[in-house]
T-cell receptor, first 112, second 116 residues
Framework: KAGVTQTPRYLIKTRGQQVTLSCSPI?????VSWYQQTPGQGLQFLFE???????NKGNFPGRFSGRQFSNSRSEMNVSTLELGDSALYLC???????????FGNGTRLTVT | AQKITQTQPGMFVQEKEAVTLDCTYD???????LFWYKQPSSGEMIFLIY??????QNATEGRYSLNFQKARKSANLVISASQLGDSAMYFC?????????????FGTGTRLLVSP
């Protein structure tokens, strides 16, 4: 069974631009969540989607948004990029009730 | 208040020895889960072991065991017979029932270096 797939692996963007990251969950997993990892703040929860609905959100500004499609694939978008948005963005999927998160390899975003 | 505390920024161990990575947590939710993940330099978070708050026995998964002391609110990871491939960052995380299934709160991590 294929794991969680995140694309692209690396991104370089300029301040003020926007970016979209993609996540394909493990087949059969309907829950997808996103985390941001930075050296200063560590790993922080961004949001969680289930059946195309956001059901949990972390403490991030509105520039961070996401969505989930009917096939459970998810995208997250960051608008008006700031230097502080440089981070490793990790996507995780799980079965509805297991609570066990399976993570992807992440997308490393660099904002210059 | 920090919910997950990992006080060891770095740990060194020789191959084949056992090592304990510390984790303490803070929650008022009686239903919670504790996780340990390994993050190699590639970035992927690899699940190692899980302990539920109502589990009576300490969790074990191969060379990994979790020393769960509920009254002390600690959930230390024990790696037996360390291998060179165990060199990585290790994160302790907690999920509280009240905040939902997928919201994990992570500690700051411990970097483990296994030497030959």
């Amino acid at each position: 069974k294929a794991g969680v797939t995140q694309t692209p692996r690396y991104l370089i963007k300029t301040r003020g631009q926007q970016v979209t990251l993609s996540c394909s969950p493990i087949s059969g997993h309907r829950s997808v969540s996103w985390y941001q990892q930075t050296p200063g703040q560590g790993l922080q929860f961004l949001f969680e989607y289930f059946s195309e609905t956001q059901r949990n959100k972390g403490n991030f500004p509105g520039r961070f948004s996401g969505r989930q499609f009917s096939n459970s694939r998810s995208e997250m978008n960051v608008s008006t990029l700031e230097l502080g948005d440089s981070a490793l963005y990790l996507c995780a999927s799980s079965l509805e009730h297991s609570g066990l998160l399976h993570f992807g390899n992440g997308t490393r975003l660099t904002v210059t | 208040a920090q919910k997950i505390t990992q006080t060891q920024p770095g740990m060194f161990v020789q191959e084949k020895e056992a090592v304990t990575l510390d984790c303490t947590y803070d929650t008022s939710d009686p239903s919670y889960g504790l996780f340990w993940y390994k993050q190699p330099s590639s970035g992927e978070m690899i699940f190692l072991i899980y302990q539920g708050s109502y589990d009576q026995q300490n969790a074990t998964e191969g060379r990994y065991s979790l020393n769960f002391q509920k009254a002390r609110k600690s959930a230390n990871l024990v790696i037996s017979a360390s291998q060179l491939g165990d060199s990585a960052m290790y994160f302790c995380a907690m999920r509280e029932a009240i905040t939902g299934f997928q919201k994990l709160v992570f500690g700051t991590g411990t970097r483990l270096l296994v030497s030959p």
